[in-house]
């Protein structure tokens, strides 16, 4: 939802200069977001699934995916905040409104993709590869410290 409403302050602000190319950004934005949102869902079944099993590789493996699937989530919803953001500065005057909803519905992806990525850390915490788990908590982090920057 965000992104879409990136592209929509951003082809309508014809004036903008860069409006088109943030458009284009917002939209690609749009929909990996829409297809991470269905590899969620299948990362989680595939916890699930694994849990059931007993099966400690599996569910350990599962719920790596079940990380690194929300952390690109973080990671594209902070693309969106700054896009957002540049909308709110930049775009149409009677737009920036939308952009700036754009930038906290974003802000609040990255937020909860964030909150995911951890509890899944933790879930493997005692079986799961150290240095994959700091990969993903860096990169929860990181996610957080863009959407700060951004003033979100």
């Not at 269905?38 to 400690?56: C, G, P, Q």
């Not at 906290?104 to 995911?116: C, F, G, P, S």
Request: aromatic share 2%; charged share 30%; hydrophobic share 50%.
């Amino acid at each position: 939802m965000a992104a879409s409403l990136v592209v929509m302050v951003a082809r309508e602000s014809a004036e903008w200069q860069d409006g088109s190319t943030v458009a284009d950004d917002a939209a690609m934005l749009r929909d990996r977001l829409l297809t991470l949102g269905e590899d969620d869902v299948r990362a989680f079944a595939a916890v699930l699934t694994a849990s059931r099993a007993s099966d400690d590789g599996a569910r350990a493996e599962a719920l790596t995916r079940a990380a690194e699937v929300p952390l690109e989530i973080a990671e594209r919803a902070a693309d969106v905040v700054e896009l957002a953001t540049r909308a709110a500065d930049e775009g149409k005057r009677p737009l920036r409104a939308d952009a700036e909803a754009a930038a906290i519905l974003a802000a609040a992806a990255t937020r909860a993709a964030t909150v995911l990525v951890r509890v899944n850390v933790s879930a493997m915490s005692h079986n799961g590869d150290p240095t994959v788990n700091a990969r993903l908590e860096a990169g929860a982090a990181t996610a957080e410290d863009r959407v700060a920057a951004a003033g979100r």
